[in-house]
């Protein structure tokens, strides 16, 4: 059952455009969906990205009493809505990426689209597109309405993280479904306010001291890679110099069929007999935003602890942790980050 929502609600109401193409669905994944569920979803993850320096027991009280949880069932003290006008987003009719081609892993030395690879699972290059999406440059608005107005401030930090690092939908990591803030208006008690020169910037909120947890989150360990130059033109452009360095840096795990070394950047679909590793997702987020008309590019590293602090239902049936593995896992991550930077530069945060 839908909460309903009190007219003196503290409500900001975020109007959004998509920078990249966003592949956001429901079941059916042939029709493009704007969807609360997923964005609640995308904000719980990166609001626990926020908060690592929780214990695994407090982040979860602390997380139920934010989004809602079942045990004991609590109720979400953030109702997410998306309004509809005539201007809301517009399914594609797209039937490829724009060409950008080069040898990339996988292509078995022909020339592949790179938007293509980096959207490899959304994208199937016998089938083209498995999944329906969003355009590029479409506005339309999320309503964040709050039950307790003192979460306000860690939700929008989490909703500022979720829309340019973040995105939404399938391929997020791979610089899809990114989304910029056009405006934020804050209203209550028939009052509206413009807030949106207030909204924190995304750079400043991955500025931590606190240490490596065992989960993604933000932590002084972080890396913040970035384009040499700003990209002018469509996002395909500022797109394909972020990929091009990420398949640099991937190349140097060995070849599409060889793990021994890539199941520490991120455990592929399919995998070798002596894999110990069930799939988990790159620490790798690419990403795009808009600076002095044009794109720039970035890819931020987001270190945990996974393999020293991981449990047993990551590991598969019958398997155990190397001795060596923490070794292996740091050595790949930093000889990673090393070729990142050949083609990209390392900012300071």
Known sequence: MLEEASEDMKTITFTCETITPMFLSGADQSIPELRPPSIKGALRFWWRALNGHLSLEELKKQESEIFGGTEPAQRSKVIITCPRDKNFLKPSTKDRFPQHRGNYPLSRN???NILNYLAYGAYDYREGFTHAF?????????????TDEKKVDEVIKAFVLMCYVGGLGSKSRNGFGKIKIIKAIESEDNTATDITQNLPKWKDLLKTTNPKSKFTSLSSSVLLFKARDV?????DNAL????DAYIHARKNMGDGHTYDTRRYIAAPIVQDRNAFLERHSKS????????NGGYTGYILFVP?????????ENLKKGKSVPPDAIIKFNDATQKFNTKLQEKLNLITL
């Open 110 to 112: 022909t020339p592949v």
């Open 284 to 291: 790798y987020f690419l990403f795009l935003d808009e600076e």
């Open 231 to 235: 990209i002018n033109g469509t996002y």
């Open 134 to 146: 969003f355009d590029e440059g479409q506005q339309f608005n999320i309503c964040l309405r709050f």
């Open 304 to 312: 945990y602890e996974y393999v020293s602090g991981i449990s047993n």
């Open 240 to 243: 394909k110099v972020i990929g």
